[in-house]
């Protein structure tokens, strides 16, 4: 006989590592990757709470040189108290010589990892991995920098790393790098599934939403009213998505990139307070984005 007990609605509440905390209070360990993209001056306050409060950094290649050009080499003299990464790695092919010199003189491991079956993101996420091992240690909570602005492609991958790392959104086979006789069997582009990814870019902070019931809770302090829904991925058969508490909610209908595609929407406007929840229900992953308040506004 089927398991016919009730599964509680999963809780996520995304402000709670992005909003300012009061002194003393812990915040939730969780792990940053900084990719090689600018770091926006309206969201800098945003970007140096993630950087001071994050567990463990990584600068995936070029990241290190975006960080080192925007907080300046005097970031890291006198008293200051600006964590350095715990690792810079990737393929560094974007790597400055000045960037690399300046890290490595203050004791930062600068791992090159030549794979051409991964990204620098992937590299960095294993990176992850390896620290989590390490200490025998549950998953972090990830936070992605970047990387859903600028290039297509480049967002398309982003897309497709959180796909990766979502549960319950299915991997096919990846293509497996070639390994040496001997020797364990390369990792390639293979990532650990993880409870919670989020990716924060230029205007907008994006996660996955696993099958089943979710309460989202959105913090206006630092988040706006404008998000989406996003089917991504989902097949020909579609999402069948339910919300409440968005101005346009959907009510059960397929929803896919080759059909009915429901893409931008706002919080109810009735919402008050400094807290809107969310209620999804979906039978297939789908994309959750919502809107990140300029630095002025939050």
């Given at each position: 006989?089927?398991?016919?007990?009730?599964?509680?609605?999963?809780?996520?509440?995304?402000?709670?590592?992005?909003?300012?905390?009061?002194?003393?209070?812990?915040?939730?360990?969780?792990?940053?990757?900084?990719?090689?993209?600018?770091?926006?001056?309206?969201?800098?306050?945003?970007?140096?709470?993630?950087?001071?409060?994050?567990?463990?950094?990584?600068?995936?290649?070029?990241?290190?040189?975006?960080?080192?050009?925007?907080?300046?080499?005097?970031?890291?003299?006198?008293?200051?108290?600006?964590?350095?990464?715990?690792?810079?790695?990737?393929?560094?092919?974007?790597?400055?010589?000045?960037?690399?010199?300046?890290?490595?003189?203050?004791?930062?491991?600068?791992?090159?990892?030549?794979?051409?079956?991964?990204?620098?993101?992937?590299?960095?996420?294993?990176?992850?991995?390896?620290?989590?091992?390490?200490?025998?240690?549950?998953?972090?909570?990830?936070?992605?920098?970047?990387?859903?602005?600028?290039?297509?492609?480049?967002?398309?991958?982003?897309?497709?790393?959180?796909?990766?790392?979502?549960?319950?959104?299915?991997?096919?086979?990846?293509?497996?790098?070639?390994?040496?006789?001997?020797?364990?069997?390369?990792?390639?582009?293979?990532?650990?599934?993880?409870?919670?990814?989020?990716?924060?870019?230029?205007?907008?902070?994006?996660?996955?939403?696993?099958?089943?019931?979710?309460?989202?809770?959105?913090?206006?302090?630092?988040?706006?009213?404008?998000?989406?829904?996003?089917?991504?991925?989902?097949?020909?058969?579609?999402?069948?998505?339910?919300?409440?508490?968005?101005?346009?909610?959907?009510?059960?209908?397929?929803?896919?990139?080759?059909?009915?595609f429901s893409t931008s929407n706002q919080l109810a406007s009735t919402t008050e307070g400094d807290s809107a929840k969310i209620w999804i229900k979906t039978d297939a992953p789908i994309y959750w984005t919502v809107e990140l308040k300029k630095d002025q506004y939050c």
């Amino acid at each position: 006989m089927a398991d016919e007990r009730e599964v509680s609605p999963r809780e996520w509440d995304l402000g709670e590592i992005l909003a300012p905390v009061a002194k003393g209070t812990t915040r939730v360990p969780f792990a940053l990757v900084l990719l090689n993209t600018p770091i926006p001056r309206d969201h800098w306050r945003a970007f140096l709470r993630l950087w001071r409060h994050a567990s463990f950094r990584v600068c995936a290649d070029g990241g290190a040189n975006r960080l080192l050009d925007s907080v300046g080499t005097g970031a890291w003299s006198g008293s200051s108290d600006l964590p350095l990464p715990n690792q810079i790695c990737g393929d560094l092919d974007s790597l400055r010589e000045d960037v690399r010199d300046f890290f490595a003189q203050r004791g930062v491991p600068v791992v090159h990892k030549p794979s051409q079956y991964a990204t620098d993101l992937q590299k960095s996420v294993q990176t992850v991995e390896d620290e989590e091992a390490k200490h025998d240690a549950p998953a972090y909570p990830l936070v992605i920098f970047g990387g859903m602005s600028g290039r297509l492609d480049q967002t398309m991958h982003t897309l497709h790393v959180l796909w990766q790392l979502a549960p319950g959104a299915k991997v096919e086979t990846m293509i497996m790098e070639p390994g040496e006789e001997g020797k364990p069997q390369p990792r390639g582009s293979t990532l650990h599934k993880r409870a919670r990814t989020i990716v924060v870019s230029d205007e907008s902070i994006t996660c996955i939403i696993p099958p089943g019931e979710t309460y989202m809770y959105v913090d206006r302090n630092v988040l706006g009213k404008t998000c989406g829904v996003l089917p991504l991925g989902s097949g020909p058969s579609g999402a069948h998505i339910y919300t409440k508490g968005l101005e346009w909610n959907l009510n059960g209908e397929a929803s896919s990139i080759a059909g009915f595609f429901s893409t931008s929407n706002q919080l109810a406007s009735t919402t008050e307070g400094d807290s809107a929840k969310i209620w999804i229900k979906t039978d297939a992953p789908i994309y959750w984005t919502v809107e990140l308040k300029k630095d002025q506004y939050c």
